[in-house]
């Protein structure tokens, strides 16, 4: 079995899966982010009175945090009387940030464990070997009633990851390059595991950018093998207790295929697709309005270090606005502690509460018809940003900063020192 | 349920995001009435609201309702009445919201090369088979899990789940 599989089989209660079989298994985290009050309404229209597991139930503010409008703060305001009425305090109010950044800062995403939030990048808490899934409102709510819900056992496609990276080039620009090449629904139902040697390199940062964007695949979670830097990192939490299985040798993955990360060249999903992903040197010159910086993708402390030293005693270009929105409270923290915001702000950036802020398109810097804006995070749809007409394109944070810098689309290669 | 669905056909292309069929920018409503006013309004058939008919069936390529978790997408065609998703793929959230909120979402394969829009068309999902009633394009269609139908057949997950609670079959 996958190491996944016995995962599932442990929460299932039973001894073996198989792919493609439908198991019920208990939910170890089951996060509700704002934008789904439905998942409230559900619950009760489904005849639900207490939460099973009220201490396993996490809310999040973070898609209108803090709100912009008044349905939003009405939201808010019947998430916290339900947080109250049901016992359920781990309400994340609006000073936290990205649910699953904040998931990842607390420690909860780790081996062993089912973490579902009513949010489609849940695939990433399979870097820290957890298994990570979006679901909708009412899939959360029949946990909330009853602690379990069904899952696929998924196929497992593993992607294994050779050479090294050139200087400039990074994780975003990896996962960037398969997407382009596997596209948007070559992963659907499925698992997609990391691994080989150069992933031995990658931080944790970094495997969480990865799995982040498998969602972008379609896949259902994804995976990488615990190993020292897991529990390295897990351990910085404090967390220390948890099992981690193994894939057995015989195991048949549905594909396993493998990319030389040397060859990656900076890239670019162009709008209006992630998909559309090409090398950036063909775009260079294209003028950017917006650069952001911000989102689970793509607004980690590594993030804000790589921007901040592209950055550092210079100024963005006159008709550029750089968005730098750290994912988390605690991610603008320690970006603080460590000057980055300083640098930034000085280099004349705008900073932004911590949240989904424009990732989502909802609030704290949508741009216009027309307008250009270079993204680490990781959707370009047309509209996702704010205008219909605006033109998304995604990049690695040093490939942002770059653009912010130059007012263009430039090659990050020239600006990070090797 | 019903298991003969027949109706008219809405045809879109591959990997319809959930920003096409309900964009972020109507995500703050919670009501049924209000979330299907804007069914397929970030697509290029906006007017679908405007054409649709109470169980006319929408035709997709593949990964249909890629993109984010949002409910809406599901309830915003439940609340129009589609009597049915019919597509090459689709993608797994949007998958697992129509079926708890008791829309079929099936998936049969050549579907999109066959079916021109405001063709006649019938889903009989008991001989698991699709007809286009205006060319004659017959096909079988993929099973759903025995788990699947199950839930489908109440009409949903919420009418399931309420027949179990107040059966006391599920404690809290
Ligand atoms: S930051 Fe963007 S992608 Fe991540 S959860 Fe928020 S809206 Fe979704």
């Known amino acids: 079995m996958h190491a996944i599989e016995k995962l599932l089989a442990v929460k299932a209660g039973v001894d073996r899966v198989h792919a493609g079989q439908i198991v019920n298994c208990d939910v170890d985290v089951a996060g509700i982010n704002d934008l789904y009050y439905q998942t409230v309404k559900s619950f ?108 696929k056992v998924p ?101 396993d295929l493998t990319y030389d990360i040397s060859q990656i060249e ?42 901040a030293k592209i950055l550092k005693g210079h100024h963005i270009a006159p008709d550029t606005r750089l968005i730098i929105v750290p994912a988390s409270g605690e991610v603008t923290r320690e970006c603080i502690a460590r000057g980055y915001i300083q640098d930034l702000l000085d280099a004349g950036a705008t900073l932004s509460p911590s949240g989904c802020a424009a990732c989502i398109g909802i609030h704290q810097g949508l741009i216009a018809a027309d307008e250009v804006c270079m993204s680490t995070s990781n959707r370009n749809f047309p509209g996702r940003m704010g205008s219909l007409k605006g033109q998304i394109y995604l990049a690695s944070p040093a490939a942002t900063a770059t653009a912010a810098l130059t007012g263009q689309i430039t090659d990050p290669r020239d600006y990070v020192e090797a | ?27 703050e409503y919670t009501e049924e009435a209000d979330i299907k006013k804007y069914a397929m309004a970030g697509s290029d058939n906006p007017d679908f609201v405007q054409e649709t008919q109470p169980g006319d069936l929408i035709v997709a390529g593949t990964n249909f309702g890629c993109g984010s978790s949002r409910e809406h997408a599901a309830i915003t065609l439940k609340g129009n009445q589609v009597g049915a998703v019919v597509a090459e793929s689709f993608a797994r959230i949007f998958f697992r919201n129509a079926i708890n909120l008791g829309i079929p979402v099936i998936t049969c394969p050549g579907v999109h090369a ?59």
């Open chain 1, 44 to 151: 009760y229209e489904m005849g639900g009175k207490k939460v099973k597991h009220p201490d396993d139930v996490q809310i999040f503010f973070d898609h209108y945090a803090p709100c912009a409008t008044v349905i939003q703060a009405e939201d808010h305001k019947k998430f916290r009387a339900f947080a109250h009425e049901q016992g359920i305090a781990n309400l994340m109010d609006v000073n936290q940030g990205v649910c699953h950044q904040v998931v990842v800062d607390r420690g909860l995403a780790k081996p062993g464990e089912i973490v579902v939030i009513t949010d489609s990048h849940s695939t990433m808490h399979g870097a820290l070997g957890a298994f990570g899934t979006g679901v909708g409102a009412t899939d959360l709510a029949t946990i909330l009633i009853t602690g379990k819900l069904w899952f």
């Open chain 1, 155 to 255: 196929e497992v496609i593993r992607i294994n990851l050779t050479g090294r990276l050139q200087p400039g080039v990074y994780a975003k620009d990896v996962i960037l390059h398969i997407l382009g090449d596997l596209k948007a629904d070559h992963g659907i139902y499925k698992a997609i595991e990391f691994a080989g040697p150069a992933l031995t390199d990658f931080t944790i940062s970094e495997r969480l950018a990865l799995c982040n964007m498998t969602t972008e695949m379609g896949a259902a979670t994804s995976y990488i093998q615990p190993d020292d830097r897991t529990r390295a990192f897990l351990k910085s939490k404090g967390v220390t207790d948890y099992p981690v299985y193994t894939t057995d040798a015989d195991y048949q993955y549905e594909e």
């Open chain 1, 266 to 307: 900076p890239q670019v999903a162009a709008p209006a697709d992630v998909d559309n992903v090409h090398d950036l040197s063909n775009y260079q010159g294209i003028h950017v309005d917006q650069a952001y910086i911000g989102s689970c993708t793509g607004g980690r402390l590594q993030d804000f270090a790589i921007a």
């Open chain 2, 1 to 27: 349920m019903e298991t003969l669905r027949t109706g008219q056909a809405h045809v879109f292309g591959n990997n319809i995001d959930t920003d096409q069929i309900y964009p972020a920018r109507f995500i």
């Open chain 2, 114 to 172: 066959h079916v021109q829009a405001g063709d006649r068309l019938q889903l009989d999902l008991k001989a698991g088979e699709f007809r286009d009633l205006t060319n004659g394009w017959t096909a079988p269609v993929e099973p759903l899990d025995e788990y699947i139908m199950n839930i489908l057949s109440h009409g949903g997950i919420k009418p399931l789940m309420r027949a179990l609670t107040s059966q006391g079959k599920v404690r809290d």
